[in-house]
């Protein structure tokens, strides 16, 4: 049964850097993609980062190309999303997922596999 563990969020100002973390465990297949998705009060969950696994694919929505890294640990099934120069409307709950295993992500790839998601980890970017 898959399960995800996110961690790492807090309240940051304008411009701070945060790092999350997502530990991922009950894999049917021992290859397997991620991605971060997040949910701002009153929106809909939408798409922030993916990342395949053999090749190392990414991908990231434009409103943090530039700011965000996505990278992960395959000894501890874990997945990061570095963020850099935080803007308030990064406000949100960040949640991964695992996403379908491709070679190349763009919007319609990098989407969640499953309706499976961890209790997600609060950012808030606020002065």
């Known amino acids: 049964q898959l399960r995800l563990v996110e961690s790492g969020g807090g309240l940051v100002q304008p411009g701070g850097s945060l790092t999350l973390s997502c530990t991922a465990s009950g894999f049917t297949s021992p290859y397997y993609a991620l991605g971060w998705f997040r949910q701002a009060p009153g929106k809909e969950r939408e798409r922030v980062a993916c990342i395949g696994d053999m090749k190392g694919a990414t991908y990231y929505a434009d409103s943090v190309k530039g700011r965000f890294s996505i990278s992960r640990d395959n000894t501890k099934n874990t997945v990061f999303l570095r963020m850099n120069n935080l803007k308030p409307p990064d406000t949100a709950v960040y949640y991964c997922?695992?996403?379908?295993?491709?070679?190349?992500?763009?919007?319609?790839?990098?989407?969640?596999?499953?309706?499976?998601w961890g209790q997600g980890t609060q950012v808030t970017v606020s002065s």
């Open positions: 997922a695992e996403v379908p295993l491709y070679d190349v992500y763009g919007d319609y790839q990098c989407r969640p596999r499953f309706d499976v």
